[in-house]
């Protein structure tokens, strides 16, 4: 740090004196070090008098490095951390809560729910409104779909879309109550079905006592809206607000941050829109970001210099934000994929200069079918790691399911390689479900591991199936002395008879005993099959297929560790998950790669890494749509609509901030996608620093069938692109 030589922009940045300020960084541009270094300069300097530097970030893992990049350029000016915070967003909001309680109105012993406590409530609000409602759901889906099928379906589209109303609501703090009453009788059928259920959520965290993240924010807000005098001492206190990573801003974290610095305060936000990879899945916007950087007032300055890449693919990364934002057919993605901003290259005498075009390669490749793809690509890596074992090398896909399965391509190799895949709550709700009955087929015979199965295994099961109170239940199955009396019953013997005296048993309480013994009795007929069949075997009657890759990787996990222990039997195997091994969660935080090793991730994971080589796979149609009648991965047909955009347009109309644009709600939800894929793209590309291959197959699996796939139109044009100033290069 005490040697940083800054290029121009971040000499820009470092000159900064006050006021507001917005930074739009390219890719490699060394955004963390520019702000880290403008940290410790303005403390040095003393510009905060009696006060500090608050620099504010996303993630627990960026708030350490920046930290690291901070202490490290105070040290070399003898001088000490004091005079700087950094916080995440959430932690700063828990802050202000936790200090003034009485002013934000809740108990002194509040506590927060992480996000996997969170879906578990919300996942309970979506089936005790569908356990309300059957009516009104089961005539959404078509008359082949009514019954089982449609139920799994529609349970998946309704967490989908409260998610999204949830989200969305509580960035505009609007309570259920509230939006109800904006809502009414009529509008948007699904933005109301939203609304209930967002009811039912809040009601249980009510019962409980607890806040989700949002609710934390939005608490924060409040304090400082209606208490002036603590926001003038926090002022004093933070005198300098730094915004890492403002791309995904939400309108709560930035109603918060500008509370703090105030109208002619101090306040520097940075980010790259470009690689704003979040809006269609969470309440994050790049238009915030934006809009600032266009605000009077706002000194907008430009980080556009990358030592990261080779001219060849600065160019293709380059070609694609021009050709999208001048050539794209639809109006609405030109105006909301990209900031029309160009990669500079490193200039002489730079410390970072860009690799050579000599040394570097772009690859346009297509395949017969995915296995022929996920096949090279595994052979070629390899070799590559054979011949270059000082450079570091990553395969991207678009989904955790893709990556799953090319995994296994690259276990089968024998190649090293590291797995940054599914998301630690995820991954962390697969194994605990399939701990859970692992641990009791390992010890059938012991009434915890009998309750233990069922704790696990309940959230998996169906509305209809939840009839039961789960207290009473667990009480019931912790004092059957005899397990295998209800697993395997002698002929004519009740279920009750396997169950200790209580008097009447509820029908509920029965029929999820019932359910479950039926499950259990089926997967310990199976207990015989090596444990990644077995692991598999389970996976299949419980989880949906969005979850199936990670059970895959589980499995593939067991298998080889019962062959690095052959003397290992299934209740060690189930030890081992129940410790929390099986690399499936936690992976990915402070992830740095390692030359000579192959990191299989997804393109969103990939942001913020870069390696010598990437090879993006699966840049088809599908995932990569170009029009606004191309099939859009998730939705329904019969529907007529995308639920969760349609109830988010609804309801950003409601709060006056739609954009209409003669477009359907769809179809601005459609735009939305179309334009986050192109910047999901760009990501991928500019992760690589000498070379870079894109490929998509002519057939892919659909079911137990291969299905045609067509590329994406946007790998057409950057080819096209590509070979046209190839041939200009000579």
Request: proline fraction near 5%; glycine fraction near 10%; hydrophobic fraction near 40%.
């Amino acid at each position: 740090m005490s040697s940083f030589a800054p290029r121009p922009g971040q000499r820009q940045i470092l000159a900064y004196q006050g006021g507001r300020m917005g930074v739009s960084a390219v890719p490699g541009s060394g955004k963390t070090t520019t702000i880290a270094a403008l940290a410790a300069q303005l403390v040095v300097a003393g510009l905060p008098a009696r006060g500090k530097v608050l620099v504010v970030t996303y993630q627990n893992a960026a708030v350490e490095h920046l930290r690291n990049y901070i202490r490290a350029g105070l040290e070399g000016r003898s001088r000490l951390m004091s005079g700087c915070e950094v916080r995440t967003l959430h932690s700063l909001a828990y802050g202000l809560v936790r200090t003034y309680p009485a002013l934000a109105g809740v108990e002194a012993d509040f506590h927060i729910l992480d996000e996997r406590a969170s879906r578990h409530l919300l996942d309970k609000a979506v089936r005790l409104w569908n356990g309300q409602n059957a009516r009104i759901w089961g005539r959404l889906g078509p008359d082949e779909y009514y019954g089982e099928a449609w139920e799994w379906e529609w349970q998946r589209l309704a967490l989908q879309l409260t998610r999204t109303v949830v989200g969305a609501a509580k960035n505009r703090r609007l309570g259920p109550e509230a939006l109800l009453g904006l809502v009414g009788g009529g509008g948007n059928q699904f933005l109301r079905i939203g609304a209930q259920i967002y009811e039912l959520y809040q009601q249980q965290l009510a019962t409980i006592g607890a806040l989700d993240f949002d609710d934390l924010v939005w608490m924060a807000v409040d304090l400082l809206e209606e208490n002036p005098d603590l926001v003038l001492r926090l002022r004093r206190r933070w005198p300098v607000v730094l915004e890492d990573e403002a791309q995904d801003s939400v309108p709560l974290q930035e109603a918060l941050l500008g509370l703090l610095a105030g109208e002619g305060g101090n306040w520097v936000r940075v980010g790259d829109p470009n690689q704003a990879i979040m809006s269609t899945f969470t309440a994050a916007d790049p238009r915030f970001l934006r809009r600032f950087l266009e605000r009077e007032g706002v000194q907008a300055i430009e980080m556009a210099v990358s030592g990261r890449c080779a001219p060849r693919i600065l160019g293709l990364a380059n070609g694609l934000v021009e050709w999208t934002c001048r050539r794209h057919p639809l109006e609405a993605v030109r105006r909301l994929a990209f900031r029309p901003q160009k990669i500079q290259p490193a200039g002489p005498g730079d410390p970072q200069q860009n690799p050579l075009d000599s040394a570097s390669e772009v690859a346009f490749r297509e395949y017969n079918n995915q296995h022929e793809e996920f096949a090279d690509v595994v052979r070629r890596a390899r070799l590559f790691v054979q011949a270059h074992p000082e450079c570091t090398l990553s395969i991207l896909v678009p989904t955790n399911r893709l990556g799953y399965e090319l995994g296994e391509y690259l276990r089968e190799s024998g190649a090293e390689f590291d797995e940054l895949l599914q998301s630690g709550q995820t991954a962390r709700r697969i194994a605990d479900t399939l701990g859970g009955v692992l641990g009791f087929l390992a010890d059938p015979l012991r009434r915890a591991c009998l309750e233990q199965a069922y704790q696990a295994v309940r959230p998996c099961w169906r509305p209809e199936r939840q009839g039961g109170k789960v207290q009473q239940v667990a009480a019931l199955l912790r004092s059957c002395y005899r397990p295998e009396a209800l697993l395997f019953p002698e002929a004519g013997a009740s279920l009750a008879a396997a169950l200790p005296p209580v008097g009447e048993l509820a029908t509920a309480d029965l029929g999820e005993i019932e359910h479950l013994a039926a499950g259990l009795e089926r997967w310990l007929r199976a207990a015989w099959l090596p444990v990644d069949q077995l692991v598999l075997t389970v996976a299949q009657d419980l989880l949906g297929e969005e979850e199936l890759g990670g059970a895959q990787k589980l499995a593939a996990y067991l298998r080889s560790r019962a062959e690095q222990h052959e003397d290992w039997r299934l209740p060690d195997l189930a030890r081992e998950l129940g410790e929390g091994k099986g690399g499936l969660s936690g992976e990915g935080e402070g992830y740095e790669p390692r030359p000579g090793r192959i990191t299989l991730t997804t393109m969103h994971k990939a942001k913020g890494l870069e390696w010598d080589l990437v090879y993006l796979e699966g840049v088809d149609g599908r995932w990569f749509p170009h029009a606004l009648e191309d099939y859009f991965v998730g939705e329904r047909d019969f529907l007529g609509a995308d639920p969760a955009a349609e109830a988010r347009a609804a309801l950003l109309d409601l709060a006056g901030e739609g954009e209409g644009g003669g477009l359907s709600a769809t179809d601005r939800a459609h735009s939305e996608i179309i334009a986050e894929r192109l910047r999901l793209l760009y990501v991928g590309i500019t992760r690589a620093r000498r070379f870079l291959a894109l490929s998509w197959s002519r057939e892919v699996p659909a079911g137990v069938r291969m299905r045609p796939a067509a590329p994406a139109p946007i790998f057409q044009v950057l080819r096209a692109r590509y070979q046209r100033s190839a041939r200009e290069r000579g």
